[in-house]
């Protein structure tokens, strides 16, 4: 896998910016003028949904790399059945 396209680097730069308005998401709650039990509740159900997302966009990664994969091997027997 190479890393030095700039698709490549567009992801790792999306990622490093959710990664850190999650850091700082955290952070402000924390910081927050409220009570310590609802700042600890509405932090957990801040990462409960951060974490229901980080769910369901690594299936779709995960679909998304199977579905290129199986294209691939498929190329590959096409290439192998007329060589």
């Known amino acids: 896998m190479e890393y030095d396209t700039q698709e490549g680097k567009i992801g790792a730069l999306a990622v490093g910016l959710a990664l850190g ?3 700082g998401a ?3 709650l ?6 310590g039990d609802r ?9 409960g949904r951060i974490a229901s997302d980080a769910g369901d966009r690594w299936e779709d990664f ?3 790399v199977k579905e290129r994969i199986d294209d691939a091997v498929s190329v590959a027997r096409d290439h192998l059945s007329k060589g």
Request: overall charge positive.
């Open 21 to 23: 308005a999650v850091i």
């Open 30 to 35: 924390l910081a927050a003028p409220e009570s």
């Open 39 to 47: 700042t600890r509740r509405r932090l957990r159900r801040t990462t």
């Open 62 to 64: 995960a679909d998304d």
């Open 26 to 28: 955290g952070i402000a």
